[in-house]
């Protein structure tokens, strides 16, 4: 997922700070690093607070500065001025909101804690500054006649749209209530996020009988051994919630007892009634949102959200989905009598249950296809698989990665690498941070330390990007060796690497990722579509002993089995889209003794509403569902298989090149959706590149849901 750094709606431009306040703090001078990366080695807990303040009130002062500026209210001196504002804050932000999400502790938490409702009311104090509005207002009413570029008139539009969708349309009683519910927000969400983490670190299931472990890989085993002995379990075997530890147990154990025990500690994140749950946030949160929305003139918040996306509205949304839905629930339904019979024949006497789903779906694997994900991951070493990537990156775009071992590092487990086009210019810098820790956040995403921008001084400023990922890491007897899905995860990543890296345009607010939640995913999606081709595979899928590719038998056992599983992996998604559709389109608040409750009624609404099968939970359940609860995704989980639309559609275009690394599709895709950032309404984007507007049926035939 594309992990969005949201502090305000717009960024940056420089103010030195003055006196006692600068010495000492890295990020009140100007970095004197390589490429000008954060000075990660010198960056202390104690320097945030003080850097975020100070960061408040230069941005303060450049806000003062376009209200009473004496001239007439032009493009320049205010619609560029905003845009360009906030950079000192920004550029600890950056830092700050990337260290709480993947390198985390309790102090960095309690920060986070103390400066988030002030981080809102700043936010605020901006937004709804009704002398400041009135100057973008001017300027937005005489658009016609100002003779604009194509990317200021979108900067402008965006601008002016976010200032009415942040409340500064509406009159002052209203905007005071406005603030209190986005700072109460601004808390809740990031409670819900440390919530989710916490549980996650909490949880370990300790094996003490080895014959428990019986059908689990030797790797898994030795994993858990090694996990074992770092939390004083000495001898034994430690299961978490961790995904490389979680769903290597649920695809392998036989023990079916255990399997339950993990599946249930899995799906109930959140939802335990310790320090950790997060039902009573859920209530609130949504009551919140929703009452934000009517303050707007909004039925729901989904309302809200929706209009400034792709899809519009929620007719369109919900139609989408079901008509999905419609495709993958019988093929599910016949995966899972599939799996009866499995274990009918072997004789067991019981009904396929959640916990039993992703074993039986793995021995039907073998026995269908007499494919072993264990022998798949043997070909799959990080390492080769970052080779394929950077191959991949390097015939569509002609980019090159240079490792680079002289710049700062936020953690050691991080790696850094120069990106470089073609001809050896400097494109821009990205790390990459690959296994779980305690300190990162369940997962896999991308984010900024910076964002591509052409500064007022007219100076190219360069993108530092960073992927965080939670593969699955080496033990003492062997190397990171990647699941199919993890391997496809790191290209999925790299694709919003790209999008941030490539990002070509004036305006910091239109750069990189700062795209339409169903468009963002566009570039991350379309690379999974190399990384599964089979003639592209088999240059990086490599034996990590023997070096050898990956034998033709056995890639063609995964082409006949990709379709394989289909039904439960989309019939899984798209459960989890209705579930935050359903908890967006509500159009009442639920009662202030009922909020604990909210999540329980929501989930029943949503399994009787669409007669979810019992076999297939969500993929994200309520009380750990981060993306619309401390994400950005909040009425826009969909947007993950709306952008499947785009990217199958997008892959086309290379296919019927007849080439699938073709030099003028990849460089029509860069110039037009990788560059442009949010300089156009995405659909034009997508148009100029394609030629027309997407079609459906890619998606239908790549997961094999037409018949």
Not at 268 to 289: P, Q, S, T
Not at 348 to 371: F, M, N, P, S, T
Not at 529 to 540: G, I, S, T
Request: net charge negative; aromatic share 12%.
């Amino acid at each position: 997922m594309k992990k969005y750094l949201f502090l305000l709606f717009v960024p940056m431009m420089m103010f030195t700070s003055c006196g006692e306040r600068k010495v000492g703090n890295p990020f009140l001078s100007e970095y004197t690093t390589p490429f000008g990366v954060p000075p990660f080695d010198q960056i202390k807990l104690e320097h945030f607070a003080p850097a975020m303040e100070e960061g408040m009130l230069q941005h303060n002062a450049e806000i003062d500065a376009i209200v009473n500026n004496p001239e007439e209210p032009t493009f320049d001196n205010t619609i560029a001025a905003l845009d360009y504002s906030g950079e000192l804050l920004n550029k600890v932000a950056y830092v700050f909101y990337n260290y709480n999400s993947a390198n985390t502790s309790p102090e960095l938490e309690a920060i986070a804690q103390d400066l988030a409702p002030k981080l809102s009311a700043h936010s605020d104090n901006i937004s709804l500054n009704p002398e400041l509005f009135m100057r973008i207002q001017a300027v937005y009413e005489q658009k016609e006649n100002l003779s604009l570029t194509g990317e200021q008139a979108r900067l402008l539009e965006l601008t002016y749209k976010n200032f009415v969708r942040n409340g500064a349309a509406l009159p002052e009683e209203k905007q005071e209530r406005f603030r209190e519910i986005n700072q109460r927000l601004s808390v809740l969400t990031l409670q819900f996020g440390q919530n989710a983490l916490g549980e996650v670190n909490h949880f370990e299931m300790v094996v003490e009988n080895e014959e428990d472990l019986a059908g689990l890989p030797q790797s898994v085993i030795d994993a858990a051994a090694e996990t074992a002995t770092a939390k004083g379990h000495e001898g034994k075997w430690v299961f978490t919630l961790q995904n490389p530890s979680v769903m290597p147990f649920l695809s392998y154990a036989e023990n079916r007892e255990l399997r339950k025990k993990m599946q249930q500690a899995y799906v109930n994140r959140g939802n335990n009634g310790n320090e950790f749950d997060n039902n009573a946030i859920i209530g609130e949160i949504v009551n919140l949102r929703l009452e934000r929305a009517n303050l707007l003139g909004y039925s729901s918040h989904a309302e809200f959200v929706l209009e400034e996306n792709m899809a519009k509205n929620i007719e369109t949304v919900s139609n989408f989905l079901q008509e999905l839905w419609g495709y993958a629930l019988p093929i599910a339904k016949e995966e899972a009598a599939m799996m009866q019979e499995l274990i009918d024949a072997r004789g067991g006497d019981y009904q396929l249950a959640a916990w039993d789903w992703r074993y039986y779906a793995e021995q039907v694997r073998k026995e269908k296809y007499d494919l072993d994900e264990e022998e798949i991951r043997q070909y799959f070493e990080l390492n080769t698989v970052r080779d394929g990537v950077f191959m991949v990156a390097e015939r569509l775009y002609g980019l090159q990665f240079i490792e680079r071992n002289d710049v700062p590092k936020y953690h050691p487990d991080a790696t850094v690498y120069e990106v470089l086009e073609a001809d050896g210019r400097h494109r821009g810098i990205l790390y990459m941070d690959f296994h779980p820790r305690q300190s990162k956040r369940g997962g896999a995403w991308m984010s900024s330390f910076r964002s591509q921008q052409i500064a007022q001084n007219g100076k190219y400023i360069h993108p530092v990007i960073t992927i965080v990922c939670n593969f699955s890491p080496p033990t003492s007897s062997q190397p990171s060796l990647l699941t199919y899905d993890e391997m496809t995860t790191f290209f999925h990543e790299f694709g919003h690497a790209l999008h941030g890296l490539l990002s070509d345009v004036t305006y910091p607010g239109l750069a990189g990722t700062n795209v339409s939640r169903d468009f963002v995913e566009l570039p991350s999606q379309v690379m999974e579509n190399w990384a599964k081709d089979p003639e592209v595979m088999k240059e990086f899928a490599l034996h990590h002993e023997t070096k050898e590719p990956m034998p033709q038998e056995l890639m063609d056992k995964i082409i006949e089995s990709g379709h394989f599983n289909q039904g439960f992996g989309t019939v899984e998604f798209i459960a989890s889209a209705l579930l935050d559709m359903e908890y967006h389109t509500i159009t009442e608040p639920f009662p202030a003794d009922k909020l604990s409750e909210v999540a329980s009624i929501i989930d029943e609404r949503t399994i009787s509403k669409y007669n979810m099968m019992p076999e297939i939970h969500f993929r994200h359940g309520s009380t750990h569902f981060q993306h619309i609860f401390s994400g950005g995704y909040s009425a826009g989980y969909y947007s993950y298989i709306w952008s499947g639309i785009l990217d199958a559609d997008a892959y086309e275009a290379f296919r019927e090149s007849g080439d699938l690394f073709d030099p003028a599709t990849a460089l029509s895709f860069r110039q037009n959706i990788l560059e442009r950032g949010g300089t156009k309404d995405p659909m034009e984007l997508y148009v100029n590149f394609r030629g027309r507007e997407p079609q459906v049926e890619p998606l239908l035939r790549q997961r094999g849901l037409l018949r």
